[in-house]
């Protein structure tokens, strides 16, 4: 299987959006994606471009208070579609993981998984299909490094 990587910079959270946007066109139910990023990278500006071309009417935000957003939205065949956005950054160890659901929703066929701090849940995170890395520039406030590579289906 050939493995698919690319890489993007982005100068504006706009850009940012439209890299996330361009990216969903890729996804299908059942994927999982991990992000990886400091904070205030711009996970959730990624994952809004792709809510943007699932078309969801919610106002997306980060998770990372609330552990997990969940999104419903539409894909190109009209068919609804649903879309976790989970920050696993509070999580202290695996008895919270049973507590907010996570391998129910990991295991869900139908919804496209977003995972940022994957590290965080130890043994209970399933192979992804997707892992997407933001790399930040001190001296550059805007600027963003986005790599997205292709780790093949987990199933």
Same mark, same amino acid.
């Given at each position: 299987?050939?493995?698919?990587?690319?890489? &993007?910079?982005?100068?504006?959270?706009?850009?940012?959006?439209?890299?996330?946007?361009?990216?969903?066109?890729?996804?299908?139910?059942?994927?999982?994606?991990?992000?990886?990023?400091?904070?205030?990278?711009?996970?959730?500006?990624? @994952?809004?471009?792709?809510?943007? &071309?699932?078309?969801?009417?919610?106002? @997306?935000?980060?998770?990372?208070?609330?552990?997990?957003?969940? &999104?419903?939205?539409?894909?190109?065949?009209?068919?609804?579609?649903?879309?976790?956005?989970?920050?696993?950054?509070?999580?202290?160890?695996?008895?919270?993981?049973?507590?907010?659901?996570?391998?129910?929703?990991?295991?869900?066929?139908?919804?496209?998984?977003?995972? %940022?701090?994957?590290?965080?849940?130890?043994?209970?995170?399933?192979?992804?299909?997707?892992?997407?890395?933001?790399?930040?520039?001190?001296?550059? %406030?805007? %600027?963003?490094?986005?790599?997205?590579?292709?780790?093949?289906?987990?199933?």
């Amino acid at each position: 299987m050939r493995m698919e990587a690319d890489s &993007y910079h982005t100068y504006s959270e706009e850009e940012t959006r439209s890299i996330g946007k361009r990216f969903a066109e890729k996804l299908s139910a059942g994927d999982i994606i991990t992000l990886a990023g400091d904070l205030g990278a711009g996970k959730t500006e990624f @994952v809004r471009g792709v809510c943007a &071309y699932f078309l969801v009417h919610d106002i @997306v935000s980060s998770p990372t208070f609330t552990i997990m957003n969940q &999104y419903i939205g539409t894909n190109p065949e009209g068919a609804e579609i649903a879309l976790y956005h989970i920050d696993l950054y509070r999580i202290q160890d695996e008895k919270e993981l049973l507590e907010i659901g996570f391998s129910e929703c990991m295991s869900d066929e139908n919804v496209i998984k977003f995972v %940022e701090w994957p590290e965080k849940a130890g043994t209970g995170m399933p192979e992804t299909d997707w892992k997407v890395t933001i790399k930040t520039f001190p001296d550059q %406030e805007e %600027e963003r490094q986005i790599h997205i590579e292709y780790l093949g289906k987990n199933r």
